[in-house]
């Protein structure tokens, strides 16, 4: 059975930074194509960062400059590297895998970003 674990969430500053991990279970990790989404309150969920098996990555471009999505799939494990946060970045992320029309999602990680 495929597991998505997501932690690393919580509470900073304006201006911090929070390192995401997402570590997955049940799946050949380094053929899937991994993505970090968010869902703020009242709002859809976007697509923040993804990363392809052989490391491609792409981002929206309100993070642009400011997150850095990574892979190491020798743990089976994604990341998202989140520096300079604002508050508008306040949701809660979701690791998800996706290949063909296998998808998977994590239960999610609040991050708060608050003076």
């Known amino acids: 059975q495929v597991q998505l674990v997501e932690s690393g969430g919580g509470s900073v500053q304006p201006g911090g930074s929070l390192r995401l991990s997402c570590a997955a279970s049940?799946?050949?990790?380094?053929?899937?194509?991994m993505n970090w989404y968010r869902q703020a309150p009242g709002k859809q969920r976007e697509l923040v960062a993804r990363i392809s098996s052989s490391g491609g990555a792409s981002y929206t471009d309100s993070v642009k400059g400011r997150f850095t999505i990574s892979r190491d799939n020798a743990k089976n494990t994604v990341y998202l590297q989140m520096n300079s946060l604002k508050p508008e970045d306040t949701a809660v992320y979701y690791c998800?895998?996706?290949?063909?029309?296998?998808?998977?999602w994590g239960q999610g990680t609040q991050v708060t970003v608050s003076s």
């Open positions: 049940g799946m050949i990790f380094s053929s899937y194509v």
């Open positions: 998800n895998a996706m290949k063909w029309f296998d998808n998977y």
